[in-house]
């Protein structure tokens, strides 16, 4: 037996059931955002003409072919879990939903504006479009909330050199967007590698870049001069890395490539401290307010490129040095021990042995006693290596020694 069709609705009956779902929004953003009663002080006749200029949901669009099914399912369902759980404390004390201040909040400014022309007299007027309006410090926090989850998309999805994520809001209410269908689009970029010749040999390297808010790549550029080069070297240069580079990377510092990437963006923008060490260039790599090691840079023309990088106890570092000449050891002692990763020198938990603790401080590896900030981003598996193990390995050791 056939199922029988549900009745379809009239156009008619349609468009009126989305205008009592329109008013019924637009009226809890006015109680939310201006007080109760606020709404009922509105001219009736306007609410027509309001709903002909209704604001769409903020959701977001993909490029079609670019994202496996699996992918955009999974990124509409993380953007609406997000934006259900973001509210903002109002001027009334209430709180408002992202979603409804992004769509009938941003109408209800835009509709004041036009309102005390005709009405001079609503003196509140004037001190709830400052409180609310685009560029205001409540829609600028408001906006940046929206910003930051956002971001950690991109870090999610952004995996390697050769493409970048871009998410573009210049169609949104985010942005004041005059006509705004509210789609934040997200794509991926394909990012050109530039040929350079490193140590005789022909080599591919990528430009750092991180989505702007417009959905295009911003490359990061850095003056030479500020980070230990030359002072004649005061031209800006764009930032460039071997894929070989994000590899060690993600190696030594078990962090996933997005991660890097955008924290190697951050990094940069903040004017990295530089120093010359056994004939190279190194940049000081921070992260998680701990000094875990160096980017070893060269400048070619107009580029500055990451060659690799160093874990801070590494042959090639100061601090890996300080540790050969306390300890003797060698670089594949330190590869057996793990003590050439973030994930085996977590393993040995430094600070909870006191003969470790000493040689690691000693040795300018301070930062490495305690890792627990990175427990929550940073893959951090036990290595098979503990303190005991690495304390046998440098019983004799001229550090040791010293100290018995």
Not at 367 to 393: C, K, P, Q
Request: glycine share 6%; aromatic share 10%.
């Amino acid at each position: 037996m056939k199922k029988p069709k549900p009745l379809s609705i009239s156009p008619v009956t349609r468009e009126k059931e989305l205008y009592k779902a329109f008013l019924e929004r637009f009226k809890l953003a006015c109680e939310r955002m201006a007080g109760k009663g606020f709404f009922e002080q509105l001219p009736p006749e306007h609410f027509p003409h309001l709903f002909e200029q209704r604001i769409p949901p903020l959701k977001l669009e993909f490029v079609s072919g670019e994202f496996t099914t699996k992918q955009e399912t999974e990124m509409h369902t993380f953007f609406r879990l997000k934006m259900a759980g973001l509210s903002y404390k109002t001027l009334t004390g209430e709180f408002v939903q992202a979603s409804d201040y992004f769509r009938e909040g941003i109408l209800l400014i835009s509709y004041l504006k036009t309102l005390f022309k005709i009405r001079p007299d609503l003196q509140v007027l004037p001190v709830i479009i400052g409180g609310y309006q685009l560029g205001s410090e409540w829609s600028v926090n408001a906006t940046n909330a929206i910003l930051h989850f956002m971001n950690t998309l991109c870090i999610v999805l952004s995996d390697q050199l050769s493409r970048g994520i871009t998410i573009d809001y210049s169609t949104t209410t985010l942005l004041g967007a005059n006509v705004a269908d509210n789609k934040i689009k997200v794509r991926y970029e394909r990012v050109l590698p530039k040929r350079v010749k490193l140590d005789g040999h022909f080599r591919d390297v990528f430009p750092l870049q991180w989505t702007g808010i417009k959905g295009k790549l911003e490359p990061v550029m850095i003056r030479p001069n500020n980070i230990g080069y030359p002072a004649e070297c005061n031209q800006p240069a764009l930032v460039c890395m071997q894929q070989h580079a994000l590899t060690r990377l993600t190696e030594r510092l078990s962090l996933a490539p997005g991660m890097l990437l955008y924290m190697l963006d951050v990094y940069f923008r903040n004017r990295p401290t530089g120093i010359y060490f056994n004939d190279a260039h190194l940049l000081v790599f921070n992260a998680g307010g701990k000094k875990l090691g160096y980017l070893v840079t060269d400048l070619l023309n107009d580029m500055l490129v990451i060659r690799t990088f160093l874990f801070l106890t590494n042959d090639g570092t100061p601090e890996g040095r300080k540790i050969a000449e306390l300890t003797r050891l060698q670089r594949p002692d330190k590869k057996h021990l793990s003590i050439d990763t973030l994930e085996g020198i977590n393993s040995l938990r430094l600070s909870e042995d006191v003969q470790l603790s000493a040689l690691f401080t000693e040795a300018g590896c301070e930062d490495l006693l305690d890792l627990t900030v990175f427990e929550n981003f940073a893959e951090l598996h036990a290595t098979g290596i503990n303190s005991e193990t690495m304390l046998r390995y440098l019983h004799n050791s001229p550090f040791m020694r010293r100290r018995s």
